[in-house]
């Protein structure tokens, strides 16, 4: 079975920065990519970012701004965001797509709050 663990949202005032953190664990055979989703209220889930292969991609909203980078060696992928603003307020899940002891899937951190108010 593998896990997703996340850490590092909060609350922060607008221009600031935050490093978000997610953690794979389990029977991890192969980390396919890695990536980052929000969702606000109200709104659906969007991507923020993606790494795979060592290709990064991300929404036009956070260019820029934000950074991905993914840790193999420790399955955990990284989410640098400065010069924050109020519409970055959302919970953030991270998702990986990952080849384990019984199949290939995506799988889904539990979520981390990201608010950004003065």
């Known amino acids: 079975q593998v896990q997703l663990v996340e850490s590092g949202g909060g609350l922060v005032q607008p221009g600031g920065s935050l490093r978000l953190s997610c953690a794979a664990s389990?029977?991890?055979?192969?980390?396919?990519?890695m990536g980052w989703y929000r969702q606000a209220p109200g709104e659906q889930r969007e991507l923020v970012a993606l790494?795979?292969?060592?290709?990064?991609n991300y929404a036009d909203s956070v260019k820029g701004r934000f950074t991905i980078s993914g840790d193999n060696a420790k399955n955990t992928v990284y989410l640098q965001m400065d010069s924050l603003k109020a519409e970055d307020t959302a919970v953030y899940y991270c998702n990986m797509d990952i080849l384990s002891l019984d199949n290939r899937r995506d799988y889904w951190g539990q979520g981390t709050q990201v608010t950004v108010s003065s």
């Open positions: 389990g029977s991890i055979f192969i980390l396919y990519a």
């Open positions: 790494i795979r292969r060592g290709t990064t």
